[in-house]
């Protein structure tokens, strides 16, 4: 099949859609499908590439200042007379396509895709949504974000974040509703987005994991030339988060509860991989809390190193409610971590309660800070809870995900010339 993806976020950009855009496509690739990914140029000139099998063309865009690129680091806010100013703007804002449409067209027509599948409701997929119905090519789209993830971190809408959200909630869905078919990461996230009546929904939404490549995450005894790389002693109980350091991601949360289990367990860290907006408020309320010599920031880390961060870490922990699968829970369970979380959004899935580590309250502190006392303070704990963890991470093998979202593009485009038939014997009449 010839697969066109396109997506308004795109590798190397940390976060979700991007990693999974990009599994996805070089997945695809391997299979033997010939794949194009559009997405935004991350210099602002449109060019394109070939890499791994795939064709990638990066479209002409501009900067967005109000939301980072999850790619540069975020760097410290500008004091004015010793006082920190909020940061409202980045000088390594997010590139977004203004007026894709001309540019997505030329590329498809020359590629001429049997199916289209849309990872954003952005720019790009707008277009793609507009090419695919001027040219009947049968559309799947994934819907992979909450509202929360968007109005969070742009603090102007913060006054208004309340109705931005319903707005965006109901546009969100109406993105899926316009496809052959349609997919989300996990049942909760479908049934947060959704309403509840589907069969008014005129779509078939499914819920199919994102999938990682679990053959890159494994658990194993962690290399001591990484770690020491990153200024993590070999050997030590640690406490892990690997993901976008930004507000909705609840990382204070983490940080504060970590400071009852130094009290219990001095010899822990707490090791915070990755970066965002919410960076320096984390290193200062460590510092608040007289725990920033056992709170770590080593940045920003990707593949093949960051196996081997996972390797080191005795658990993992987040606070985040707002995510619709959480591709760093999958890496970690795959690693054989425990996992503390909290039980909002589609966490629970990968989280189960008792069986691979501990779901607490949404704001629970104290209930957090228990949790990993408990398991950093037992190793027949962590085993249990490891053993499980890679259990269910099974079920989220990038493989069968690829497998499947083959079955839907084929059964995509049996109903895309379906409704083509019918359309056609309408206008007979």
């Known amino acids: 099949m010839r697969i066109a993806i396109t997506s308004d976020l795109y590798y190397p950009m940390s976060n979700g859609v991007a990693v999974f855009a990009h599994n996805l496509a070089k997945g695809l690739a391997k299979h033997g499908h010939e794949v194009m990914v559009i997405c935004p140029s991350f210099t602002g000139k449109p060019h394109r590439t070939k890499r791994d099998g795939v064709t990638t063309v990066y479209l002409r865009s501009i900067r967005f200042p109000f939301y980072p690129d999850q790619i540069n680091a975020v760097p410290e806010g500008k004091k004015i007379l010793k006082v920190k100013m909020p940061r409202l703007a980045y000088r390594h804002g997010l590139w977004i396509t203004v007026d894709p449409y001309p540019a997505l067209k030329k590329a498809l027509n020359k590629f001429q895709p049997d199916v289209i599948h849309n990872q954003t409701a952005e720019m790009i997929a707008i277009a793609a949504r507009r090419y695919a119905k001027k040219y009947d090519v049968p559309m799947v789209s994934t819907g992979h974000a909450y509202p929360d993830n968007i109005t969070s971190q742009v603090k102007l809408l913060k006054p208004i974040k309340k109705p931005v959200d319903a707005m965006l909630r109901t546009y969100m869905?109406?993105?899926?509703?316009?496809?052959?078919?349609?997919?989300?990461?996990?049942?909760?996230?479908?049934?947060?987005?959704?309403?509840?009546?589907?069969?008014r929904f005129d779509v078939t939404v499914e819920p199919l994991s994102n999938g990682v490549d679990l053959s890159k995450f494994t658990p194993g005894k962690a290399s001591v030339k990484v770690l020491k790389r990153f200024r993590l002693e070999p050997g030590k109980l640690r406490v892990l988060y690997v993901g976008r350091v930004d507000p909705e991601k609840s990382l204070g949360n983490v940080v504060t509860a970590f400071a009852g289990v130094a009290e219990e367990v001095p010899e822990a860290e707490l090791v915070i991989v990755g970066d965002g907006t919410d960076r320096r408020h984390l290193i200062d309320l460590a510092q608040a809390l007289g725990i920033s010599d056992k709170v770590k920031f080593p940045g920003r880390i990707m593949p093949p190193d960051v196996t081997e961060i996972y390797r080191g870490a005795t658990m993992f922990a987040t606070a985040s409610e707002t995510e619709t699968q959480g591709i760093v829970l999958i890496e970690a369970a795959a690693t054989g971590l425990p996992l503390v979380a909290v039980d909002a959004g589609a966490v629970s899935e990968l989280c189960q309660n008792k069986k691979n580590g501990v779901l607490c309250k949404p704001g629970d502190l104290v209930g957090m800070t228990d949790a990993m006392v408990s398991i950093l303070k037992d190793a027949d704990l962590q085993q249990k809870y490891g053993e499980k963890s890679l259990e269910i991470s099974k079920k989220h093998d990038l493989n069968r995900t690829l497998k499947r979202f083959e079955e839907i593009y084929e059964e995509a485009i049996t109903l895309k010339g379906k409704k083509i038939q019918k359309k056609r014997k309408w206008f007979r009449r």
């Open 173 to 199: 869905a109406s993105f899926l509703k316009h496809s052959e078919y349609a997919t989300m990461p996990t049942e909760m996230a479908i049934e947060d987005l959704v309403p509840k009546n589907r069969r």
